[in-house]
C-alpha cells in the first residue's frame, strides 16, 4: 500500500489491525488504554507493529510502539510515520 494514507484510512485500517489482534466484539475508542482496558502486554505489542508496518509500508519503531498508551496515541504514531 502507499505510505499516504488519508487520516480517515489510517484510523479505519488501525482499528481493524486491533481488531484482529483482541477480537471484533471490543468497543474501541480513542482514548481506550492498551494495558488497562486491552490487556495488551509487549509481545503482543510488538505482533501489532508488525502487521501495522506490513499494512502501511513503513517502519514503527518498537521503542516508539510501546511508548504509546492509548489507542489514539497509535494512530497519532503510524499518521506521523507515514506522512
Do not use: W, Y
Request: hydrophobic letters at 40%.
Amino acid at each position: 500500500m502507499p505510505s499516504n494514507f488519508a487520516q480517515e484510512a489510517i484510523t479505519s485500517h488501525v482499528e481493524e489491525i486491533f481488531h484482529q489482534q483482541i477480537g471484533d466484539d471490543t468497543e474501541l475508542l480513542p482514548e481506550t488504554d492498551l494495558l488497562n482496558d486491552l490487556g495488551m502486554d509487549s509481545l503482543e505489542m510488538v505482533e501489532l507493529g508488525l502487521k501495522m508496518e506490513r499494512v502501511f509500508g513503513t517502519k514503527l519503531p518498537i521503542a516508539e510502539l510501546r511508548a504509546c498508551v492509548t489507542i489514539e496515541e497509535v494512530i497519532q504514531l503510524v499518521q506521523r510515520k507515514t506522512a
